[in-house]
């Protein structure tokens, strides 16, 4: 069993940041991507952005040049860089690993930009 432990989520103005760090632990096997989705009330969850092995990232065209994703491979933790927040970014930010053992995921962090 793999656990995706996500923090550093809160409560900010437009235009600050945050940081999202996601930790994982237990079974971890040929981890491929880890990344970041996030989810608004009434509507589908959305990704964020990714990052595979390889370095390779991918973003969603809403935060491209804002967020930036990295990684530690040796501590299976993914980080979100969130810069010039703004408040259409406020959502539950979940954290997500995929491996050869399966698709998982964090509990959700909540993030809310005011204006």
């Known amino acids: 069993q793999v656990q995706l432990v996500e923090s550093g989520g809160g409560k900010v103005q437009a235009g600050e940041s945050l940081r999202l760090s996601c930790a994982a632990s237990?079974?971890?096997?040929?981890?491929?991507?880890m990344g970041w989705y996030r989810q608004t009330p009434g509507k589908q969850r959305e990704l964020v952005a990714n990052?595979?092995?390889?370095?390779?990232?991918k973003y969603a065209d809403s935060v491209k040049g804002r967020f930036t994703i990295s990684r530690d491979t040796a501590k299976n933790t993914v980080y979100l860089q969130m810069n010039s927040l703004k408040p259409e970014d406020t959502a539950v930010y979940y954290c997500?690993?995929?491996?050869?053992?399966?698709?998982?995921w964090g509990q959700g962090t909540q993030v809310t930009v005011s204006s």
């Open positions: 997500t690993l995929l491996s050869t053992g399966g698709n998982y």
């Open positions: 237990g079974s971890i096997f040929s981890v491929n991507v």
């Open positions: 990052i595979w092995n390889s370095g390779i990232t």
